[in-house]
């Protein structure tokens, strides 16, 4: 009794986190396709982008280089972002299943995703774990989409909701408790300086690959650690 009791109790506290996900992912969801509309892209593209790439940060990034005219970069910068997939997919490659469950597991693999997989240790539940978060991501980002689009095609000015604030502030959320550990915060800044002082001088999505620069402090690390 008491077993099932845990269970139950574990499984709700999964749907807890799911809805709790859900509602951020429709917020940036929603800021995606509102910006899209404002750069004056067709509205057929936030709506392509979010059901066949589903890449999150990448399709900030790709929609900001196409409006400014630079496809080659844009294509470039989703595949430099998403090869972190690579890695994913090695450490939980057996949770998707085989055939036509991994195909689509494939695909609703994200950082979320795969960050609520890992963290369960029992098989079955890592399997439960990963479609839920996945499917759960993957229908709330294409939903904040469409709002995004209707509210920023109806309003003209998606500033004006505060939507050009949401992915940013998701991301800030996300990284905060990474940067407490030294290196990680030091690359961080080396990286956000580096963008910053490359933005007067190269065009529109440079300064933010330049910023893996700031990676380049990882081996005076290595360095001292071996020393």
Not at 12 to 41: E, K, N
Not at 55 to 63: E, I, N, P, R, T
């Given at each position: 009794?008491?077993?099932?009791?845990?269970?139950?109790?574990?499984?709700?506290?999964?749907?807890?986190?799911?809805?709790?996900?859900?509602?951020?992912?429709?917020?940036?969801?929603?800021?995606?396709?509102?910006?899209?509309?404002?750069?004056?892209?067709?509205t057929w593209v936030?709506?392509?982008?979010?059901?066949?790439?589903?890449?999150?940060?990448?399709?900030?990034?790709?929609?900001?280089?196409?409006?400014?005219?630079?496809?080659?970069?844009?294509?470039?910068?989703?595949?430099?972002?998403?090869?972190?997939?690579?890695?994913?997919?090695?450490?939980?490659?057996?949770?998707?299943?085989?055939?036509?469950?991994?195909?689509?597991?494939?695909?609703?693999?994200?950082?979320?995703?795969?960050?609520?997989?890992?963290?369960?240790?029992?098989?079955?539940?890592?399997?439960?774990?990963?479609?839920?978060?996945?499917?759960?991501?993957?229908?709330?980002?294409?939903?904040?989409t469409a709002l995004?689009?209707?509210?920023?095609?109806?309003?003209?000015?998606?500033?004006?909701?505060?939507?050009?604030?949401?992915?940013?502030?998701?991301?800030?959320?996300?990284?905060?408790?990474?940067?407490?550990?030294?290196?990680?915060?030091?690359?961080?800044?080396?990286?956000?300086?580096?963008?910053?002082?490359?933005?007067?001088?190269?065009?529109?999505?440079?300064?933010?690959?330049?910023?893996?620069?700031?990676?380049?402090?990882?081996?005076?690390?290595?360095?001292?650690?071996?020393?």
């Open positions: 009794m008491r077993t099932i009791q845990r269970t139950q109790a574990f499984d709700r506290a999964q749907l807890r986190d799911a809805v709790a996900i859900a509602a951020a992912m429709v917020a940036v969801g929603a800021s995606f396709g509102a910006i899209t509309i404002a750069y004056g892209l067709p936030p709506f392509a982008m979010s059901t066949i790439v589903f890449a999150g940060g990448a399709q900030f990034l790709a929609v900001g280089l196409l409006a400014a005219g630079n496809p080659i970069a844009a294509v470039f910068a989703g595949l430099l972002l998403n090869a972190r997939h690579i890695p994913f997919g090695l450490a939980i490659g057996s949770t998707m299943g085989t055939g036509w469950r991994r195909l689509v597991g494939t695909h609703v693999m994200t950082d979320e995703v795969v960050a609520f997989t890992l963290a369960e240790d029992d098989p079955a539940r890592r399997r439960r774990t990963y479609w839920l978060m996945g499917i759960t991501l993957f229908t709330s980002w294409n939903l904040g995004g689009v209707l509210l920023g095609s109806a309003v003209g000015d998606y500033e004006a909701l505060g939507l050009d604030a949401a992915f940013p502030a998701a991301l800030i959320a996300l990284i905060l408790p990474s940067l407490r550990d030294r290196a990680t915060r030091i690359v961080a800044l080396t990286g956000t300086a580096i963008a910053v002082l490359a933005t007067p001088f190269l065009p529109a999505g440079l300064p933010v690959l330049c910023a893996l620069l700031g990676l380049l402090t990882l081996i005076r690390f290595g360095r001292r650690r071996e020393s």
